[in-house]
């Protein structure tokens, strides 16, 4: 028996027309029964048996409860079937899905999210896929003629093709979420269109073009569908095909001499067609060691991931095209965690992608220097009119001297201090062959400053956006905390900043705090971390709410002893409020007065010292946080975002919206 839950005041109404197809409707239903958490998503599932015949519908009937059963003796055809049970919805949304379709777990929460989250959207569109997991449609195109080409088609499975959400021409009416009152106001489908085909392609033309709504296609929202099974008679599909195609040309002529005229074959005019809907905008391609998932620098594998994740919404937040390439193909993404930021994810080698006429771009970002080494040349050979810019995150041949000035060993020393010399000769030639670099320290921007023939430079402070402070006041606040990951293994500077901490510092601390807790977050820690855990010293592994971390902690500490540029983690906790003790290297790079906005100490027994008077005294903690506002509050009124340095470089005025409001 197939349950579904029937909401008294649904807001999604699911409707499924079906005729003959029955076999595969059982499968439809059953995946709305696994997938959708009905106390969550209060929906109702109308079911019309669009001229099916009556015995096997009431048969099917006995092994379904809880559909609201629509019977109809005549076929009315996909537009006026689904016009019926419309008229009959209780939802404020309407949801369109084949009788051979199978969701995908989240499908309806996706298509939900994003109407709400564009209301100008009329409707939300699914990533279709064939049962084998390949791509069926991601979105479509609609020519001058008439005629329509699903985007992505064929892409194998698990491919990221087309997996960056996006407003479209087109979308298929299967797993279409339309808003009811937009569906109402056009009067639902057009009749003219019976039985089947270019009736969607009708809608989507009414709702962009009557009611000036935008059409979004959802990559997140998936559906598995067999495709034409509802007509098996290949050549009346064909002549309906022509038919309608010839109506709606005729309807919308006008409209139509708007669109580009059809180049299915070719991928020059098919991607032309794809940013033409996007507004034509500026192309950014960002090639990084990999995608960065916020989730990974709260806790997880690395603060930088949270930088690295600003770059991409402030990129996209600005109306820019932005792709990613991501460099380390031994962790090739299985899935795209900025699709809803609209970006899109280059899968094959980018030799092979910038190779192609279609993949043209009028910025590239590089981040890190190995990558710089490796793909600058191969860049400006390919994109010679593009715009290169440089992000130094940070400048590794200062923390590669560090390493070596604190390695022990002396040949191991002479190693490091080979790699320190050739890094840095890489760096300073990196500097002069850039169109631009970005700077997150005011230290780093001055040392490329120093470098003659340096491209122009920009200092951005790496704030992050969406923090706001915690309670102003240290009481119910306890603990300190040391926000870390782990991705570089015993070789990270976190392993090295926590064994001193621990080896060297808390004795001094628990000498005077012999309770005083200290919280490690981060997934995934290395054998070496997991040693130096007790009671006192707390790995919490992924942390969910790094905000409710950082607003119930007394203090953060920055025990960084090698590393270069500003370091995400002392930023981090400064936004949220949190006084910081750190070392001079954990400090550097934000130019903080010590014993004002931050405690600064190299000494194990000072750092103590200052980790004692934080939480015990209540005047010195109130007077770091009042001093930690005004920096902060300083630091936003000069604020430097990624589409500044973008327009700027490409010699336009334009600026983002975040920027210039």
Do not use: C
């Given at each position: 028996m197939i349950t579904l839950a029937r909401a008294d005041r649904p807001r999604v109404s699911i409707i499924i027309l079906t005729q003959d197809q029955l076999e595969h409707l059982g499968s439809c239903l059953a995946s709305l029964e696994r997938t959708i958490d009905a106390s969550k998503m209060?929906?109702?599932?109308?079911?019309?048996?669009?001229?099916t015949e009556p015995s096997a519908a009431h048969t099917f009937l006995k092994s379904v409860s809880g559909v609201r059963a629509l019977r109809l003796p005549l076929n009315l055809g996909f537009g006026g079937g689904n016009n019926f049970a419309a008229a009959k919805a209780r939802g404020e949304y309407?949801?369109?899905l084949n009788d051979d379709a199978v969701v995908e777990p989240g499908w309806l929460e996706a298509l939900l999210e994003t109407a709400t989250t564009y209301p100008r959207a009329g409707a939300v569109g699914s990533r279709i896929?064939?049962?084998?997991?390949?791509?069926?449609?991601?979105?479509?195109?609609?020519?001058?003629?008439?005629?329509?080409?699903?985007?992505?088609?064929?892409?194998?499975?698990?491919?990221?093709?087309?997996?960056?959400?996006?407003p479209v021409d087109y979308i298929s009416a299967n797993g279409l979420l339309v808003r009811r009152d937009a569906f109402d106001a056009l009067g639902g489908f057009d009749p003219r269109y019976f039985p089947a085909y270019y009736e969607d392609t009708d809608l989507c033309l009414g709702l962009r073009h009557r009611?000036?709504?935008?059409?979004?296609?959802?990559?997140?929202?998936?559906?598995?569908?067999?495709?034409?099974?509802?007509?098996?008679d290949n050549a009346f599909r064909s002549f309906l095909f022509r038919r309608n195609q010839a109506l709606l040309c005729e309807k919308w002529a006008d409209v139509l001499a708007t669109y580009a005229r059809p180049?299915?074959?070719?991928?020059?005019?098919?991607?032309?067609?794809?940013?033409?809907?996007?507004?034509?905008?500026?192309?950014?391609?960002?090639?990084?060691?990999?995608?960065?998932?916020?989730?990974?620098?709260?806790?997880?594998l690395g603060s930088g991931f949270v930088r690295a994740h600003e770059l991409f919404a402030e990129l996209s937040g600005a109306g820019l095209a932005v792709a990613v390439y991501p460099s380390d193909r031994s962790d090739v993404p299985k899935e795209n965690s900025l699709s809803a930021l609209g970006v899109d994810v280059v899968e094959e080698h980018l030799e092979e992608h910038l190779a192609r006429p279609e993949n043209s771009y009028d910025a590239v970002v590089i981040s890190r220097p190995h990558n710089a080494d490796v793909f600058l040349k191969s860049v400006r050979a390919a994109l010679p009119r593009a715009k290169i810019i440089y992000d130094a995150e940070a400048l590794y041949h200062k923390r590669l001297w560090i390493q070596a000035h604190l390695e022990e060993d002396p040949a191991k020393r002479k190693v490091r201090e080979a790699e320190a010399a050739a890094m840095e000769r890489l760096e300073l030639g990196i500097a002069t062959s850039v169109d631009a670099v970005v700077a997150i320290s005011q230290e780093e921007f001055d040392w490329l400053a120093a470098i003659p023939g340096h491209a122009p430079l920009e200092l951005?402070?790496?704030?992050?956006?969406?923090?706001?402070?915690?309670?102003?006041?240290?009481?119910?606040r306890a603990d300190a905390v040391f926000v870390a990951g782990w991705l570089g293994g015993d070789d990270s500077p976190n392993v090295d900043a926590l064994r001193w901490y621990c080896r060297h510092v808390l004795p001094h601390v628990w000498a005077a705090l012999p309770d005083f807790r200290t919280l490690v977050s981060g997934k995934n820690p290395p054998l070496s971390v997991m040693r130096l855990a007790d009671e006192t010293v707390v790995l919490t592994g992924f942390v969910r709410s790094i905000r409710d971390l950082y607003n119930s902690a007394l203090i953060a500490i920055a025990p960084i002893r090698m590393g270069a540029g500003v370091k995400n983690k002392t930023m981090e906790a400064l936004q949220y409020g949190v006084p910081v003790v750190a070392t001079v290297v954990g400090a550097e790079g934000m130019g903080l007065s010590d014993g004002v906005e931050i405690d600064i100490a190299d000494d194990p027994h000072e750092f103590a010292s200052r980790i004692v008077a934080l939480a015990t005294d209540d005047a010195v903690w109130r007077a770091r946080r009042e001093a930690i506002e005004r920096r902060v509050a300083l630091w936003e009124r000069k604020r430097v975002r990624w589409p500044d340095v973008i327009w700027k470089c490409l010699g336009s005025v334009k600026r983002s919206a975040a920027s210039s409001g």
């Open positions: 209060p929906y109702e599932a109308i079911l019309v048996f669009n001229g309407l949801v369109l896929l064939f049962v084998d997991g390949s791509l069926q449609e991601a979105g479509g195109i609609v020519w001058s003629d008439g005629s329509t080409r699903p985007l992505g088609r064929n892409a194998p499975a698990g491919s990221l093709a087309f997996s960056y959400r996006r009611l000036e709504l935008e059409l979004v296609y959802e990559p997140r929202a998936v559906i598995k569908h067999i495709e034409a099974a509802s007509t098996q180049e299915p074959d070719s991928p020059v005019a098919v991607t032309n067609a794809v940013f033409r809907r996007r507004g034509s905008p500026k192309r950014v391609l960002v090639i990084d060691d990999r995608l960065p998932d916020p989730g990974k620098g709260h806790g997880g951005m402070v790496p704030l992050l956006s969406g923090i706001e402070m915690g309670p102003p006041t240290p009481v119910g």
